[in-house]
DNA sequence: TAACTGATTATAAAGGTTTTTATATTCATC
DNA sequence: GATGAATATAAAAACCTTTATAATCAGTTA
């Protein structure tokens, strides 16, 4: 074995070893007698060294527990390996967000990437997170939710070229990787369902504010429904599901109990679906009698939920899952058109 | 204004300028004719560089939008400035795990901190991902939940110096900083308001295994309170907190239609609440009649919950802020003894 | 006059990695 | 026995920041 000493280490080299600091490429060139160029190489099995060299290289590596340093290869590469999680912080009610992030998690774990999350509060500008990111380079990916039909952080991101993933889709003629729940589809199916419980005048609570995309499939696969089913459709005005609980709740009673009240209710989130019950119990219906509510749900909760009703689970960690997925393939230069899923409404089995 | 060319900059200084590029301290001193060390402390207003200088090169920064290169500093100082909160990936329902990231993101959002999120499935060594974050030195502090009596994380963490702050109290005489909801008061004041109903056979769904500390904390308030109101603890066996909800529903079942089935019931966490629910409805027993029902709860959801059950709130989010703002001022040295703090249960005026 | 302040700014090194370019060695070919 | 190609390793530069040390310069002071 070779010794060197090149005069850089300040400290002998034969402290190189004993140092209770982590291990470094110098280190390992030290041990083996090579350069850190021929050990940078060696770890990621370059053509350029022999394969003898590679063995006892990575040996050495795994014996003494080498890690590269993220920010001696951020700094040279400009790679960050962070994808980051944009989200709002208030429409989470009922473990959206946790299985989100565990969805993701679940992916990335097998991969060099770490998961950063910046929330954001409805007040402020959604854009502000994107171009805090951007402008400090703080992430290779970004993954985020309430697209809008036209959205501002959608251009601003394509423009600078930045890999990312929505959570629903948008409508302004970008390609772009999203994994989205088919919501037409369950708002149609919730309403069949109550057409086929011989309901006929139907309400849904709206989805967030017409600005967010998923109100308008939830609208479009509603009115669908109701059109074939030649049913009339009442609509809730005053709320939707980004309403307080409690505002959602009295409006409620109110409704159910003035002239006009629906006998079937979609709703889109569970948390609002158990709002809803508590209204329509306080104005003296019954669920299942005089009325029937068909909901999404986003964790298994609503199942044991009484008085039972129809539930169609929307499987967050899946779209976690897949999310992640596609940014990693987007940074990997994979087209966008590739990237996108759609996932379908799964009506639970009745308990 | 003098220009100066180091002969460093590989491209022509002149272009320096134009570059679509993020700007660096570089591209200040440039501009500014000075070298990048005075810009460097000019930036953090170190005492070294006069006052004239230092507004000229902050308003050059702020002109053209520098932000400094975290890559950099981390490679420089060793900071990461990165938070990681690592929190196990099944116990979550409810929204425990986005308001815990959201109390978090609050108080890092004024700082130049990043959270990273790394959950770890109760099947594997709760150990692994607080080894990876400290071997591969990828964060400053750890948030961390589930904490046991005599934690092998808490020794762990310690022994290497690495700061932290726990969800949760341990038992093992190392003074570190955590935030914990006192459990034995809420288990306590449980008993008491059961037992002003008229409740006698009082039973609670235990915590998590006797390895995670809350579990003793419940039962402590709970033995307690049943001592003093000199009632009967009827003990549920088989299922716990951490049990599926299904699986506590149809136990529950079983034991509401047995004969020494209580007449009133402690939950902690939401989410069983409702599946406690369903079982005892599945016995043909009234919630409010044949039995009452007092749960913790960390959304407000239960709050809407039918029947009513009683509720006390943990404020979930506030643990999240005290638990970054103890980790931060950790970081800072402050003594770990001054970082322990406690809230208490609250009680939802009933609707 | 020379040495000393104190206030500024500059130089150089360091931190860990990757990449470009260079050097040394081996082997086959003519 | 020289030329060229192929193989194997090294050196040096670059990424951006911070810090320890050095340099400059004015105005004093001994």
Redesign the interface.
């Known amino acids: 074995m070779k010794v060197k000493d090149d005069g850089q280490g300040h400290s002998g080299d034969a402290a190189e070893l004993a140092e209770g600091e ?1 291990p470094t490429l110098k280190t390992i060139a030290f041990m083996a007698g090579l350069g850190v160029t021929t050990v940078s190489r060696a770890l990621k099995d370059a053509p350029e060294i022999g394969q003898a060299t590679k063995n006892r290289v990575q040996l050495i590596a795994k014996q003494i ?1 080498y ?1 590269p ?4 290869v ?2 040279r590469t400009g790679k ?1 390996n ?1 994808i980051s999680l944009v989200l709002n ?1 208030q429409s ?7 299985n989100m ?2 969805g993701i ?1 679940e992916v990335l774990s097998q991969t060099p990437y ?6 954001y509060s409805l007040e402020n500008d959604p854009m502000q997170p994107i171009r805090y990111i951007v ?4 992430a290779d990916g970004i993954i985020m939710s309430r697209t809008e039909p036209d959205d501002p952080r959608v251009r601003y991101l394509t423009e600078h070229g930045i890999p990312f993933a929505t959570h629903g889709r948008t409508e302004m003629g970008i390609d772009h990787p999203f994994h989205d729940f088919d919501n037409e589809a369950f708002a149609y199916l919730s309403v069949k369902s109550l057409l086929a419980r011989g309901r006929r005048r139907i309400a849904m609570l709206a989805g967030p504010s017409p600005a967010v995309t998923y109100y308008r499939h939830l609208d479009r696969g509603f009115s669908r429904g109701i059109e074939e089913g030649n049913a009339v459709a009442a609509l809730f005005s005053g709320i939707d599901v980004d309403t307080s ?2 505002r959602i ?1 009295d409006r409620m009673e109110e409704i159910m109990s003035g002239p006009n009240r629906p006998d079937g209710i979609v709703c889109c989130t569970g ?1 609002a679906a ?2 809803l ?2 209204g329509i ?1 306080a104005a003296g219906l019954k669920i299942g009698e005089d009325v029937d509510l068909v909901s999404k749900q986003s ?3 609503l ?5 039972q009703i129809i539930v169609f689970n929307e499987d967050v960690r899946h779209a976690g899952r897949e999310l992640a997925r596609a940014v990693l393939r987007r940074i990997a230069g994979v087209d966008a058109r590739e990237l996108q899923s759609l996932s379908y409404p799964d009506e639970n089995e009745p308990r």
Chains 1, 2 share one sequence.
Do not use: Q
């Open positions: 982590r527990g890690r340093n993220r920010a001696g951020r700094l960050t962070v912080a989470s009610i009922m473990g959206l967000t946790s992030v565990y998690s770490h998961l950063t999350v910046t929330p402008e400090t380079g703080s609980l409690g709740r948390g158990i709002a019950v508590a119990e964790t298994d909760v199942k044991w939920f009484r008085p």
